[in-house]
């Protein structure tokens, strides 16, 4: 590919930029911390994507996974809000985990149409495996750090989520219970998911793979 580029002419009239490096230009951007950024998270995701690699899923399927492992029982309109993705990138995802024996579906307790969803024994130990890998980058990371750094990390990544959105994401994080389906419920199949809230999540991202 290098050999290529070396052989490959620009467009006409476009020179390299000369400006080096230090260059004043561009120094209202704080391109330190959004590189910290991107790396940080790089390698974070990076732990579980070699592990969820053996399964043959991704990171979407991850955080569809979490979720759902963390507050069992979520409907699919909440699992949209959370990701903020369409109802349509969930939906493929979603099978494949219901196909695949990670989730289960059920109809809601007062509202059959509704679509709540719990993680199978597989999919709760997959998830849980996830987390722990996960913990110990943090665990590593904190016993370097000053005595106070978790509370610090917890406050500035809050501080980053959109303003609106803050006070809703601080009580999903410090929430989450096991909610267990009716015994009566019946398992619902992978091709009735998406039937409940019409609408919900089309506005939303698409998921990335």
Do not use: W
Not at 25 to 39: H, R
């Amino acid at each position: 590919m290098d050999s290529a580029l070396e052989n490959k002419p620009g467009p006409r009239g476009v020179r390299p930029p000369s400006r080096s490096p230090g260059d004043p230009a561009g120094e209202d951007a704080d391109f330190g911390l959004i590189e910290l950024m991107f790396f940080a998270y790089r390698d974070f995701v990076g732990d579980a994507d070699h592990l969820l690699e053996n399964f043959g899923l991704g990171r979407a399927h991850h955080r569809v996974l979490h979720f759902v492992n963390r507050r069992p029982g979520l409907t699919i309109a909440e699992l949209l809000d959370i990701l903020k993705i369409t109802k349509q990138s969930l939906n493929r995802v979603l099978k494949d985990l219901l196909d695949q024996n990670y989730v289960a579906a059920f109809p809601g307790e007062h509202d059959r149409r509704q679509r709540r969803l719990f993680p199978t024994a597989q999919g709760e130990a997959l998830a849980l495996d996830v987390a722990r890998l996960q913990s110990k980058r943090f665990a590593r990371i904190f016993a370097q750090l000053p005595r106070g750094a978790r509370h610090d990390a917890r406050e500035f990544l809050l501080a980053m989520v959109d303003p609106d959105e803050q006070e809703k994401v601080a009580t999903l994080v410090a929430s989450g219970g096991p909610k267990r389906p009716a015994k009566d419920a019946g398992e619902i199949g992978a091709g009735e998911i998406g039937a409940d809230e019409r609408g919900a999540g089309e506005k939303h991202c698409e998921m990335d793979p």
